[in-house]
């Protein structure tokens, strides 16, 4: 069962929208794991690389920062089955080259721009999710 957080998780929250405002006034990008994420792998378009590799940095750091900030390990559960693992980030990755984005572009920052391609992205792959989570716990038997 998940614990209820909602002081953590408005901080998150928020957290998440000042970096996808900041990084939108002050490069004019928006906050899109996989975009920033490509601009790490040839062939390079631009001079952003630096930027990308410092985003990635940041999100690889912040587990450590939390941990060092409050004392408290962060929890994390991955799973141990390689294959899985693989098949999955297959299939994300597929899904996202499909939908032009992820969820932190479409479901972040494209649905505060009201945009109407983010919105139908967004509900596809939030109900993919809730079918998945569905299948995973009442008929696999997770």
Request: with cysteine.
């Amino acid at each position: 069962m998940t614990e209820f957080t909602p002081i953590a998780s408005l901080l998150g929250g928020g957290l998440i929208g000042l970096s996808a405002v900041l990084l939108m006034a002050f490069y004019g990008r928006i906050a899109g794991i996989s975009g920033i994420a490509a601009r790490l792998l040839p062939p390079y378009r631009d001079g952003s690389t630096l930027t990308a590799v410092c985003f990635v940095a940041g999100l690889v750091a912040a587990p450590f920062a939390v941990e060092l900030a409050s004392g408290n390990p962060v929890a994390q559960e991955v799973s141990s089955n390689l294959p899985l693992m693989a098949a999955a980030g297959l299939i994300v990755g597929f899904g996202t080259a499909l939908g032009s984005g992820c969820t932190s572009g479409h479901g972040v920052c494209g649905l505060s721009r009201l945009s109407r391609r983010s919105m139908v992205a967004t509900a596809t792959f939030m109900a993919s999710a809730f079918v998945t989570v569905f299948l995973m716990r009442h008929v696999v038997g997770g």
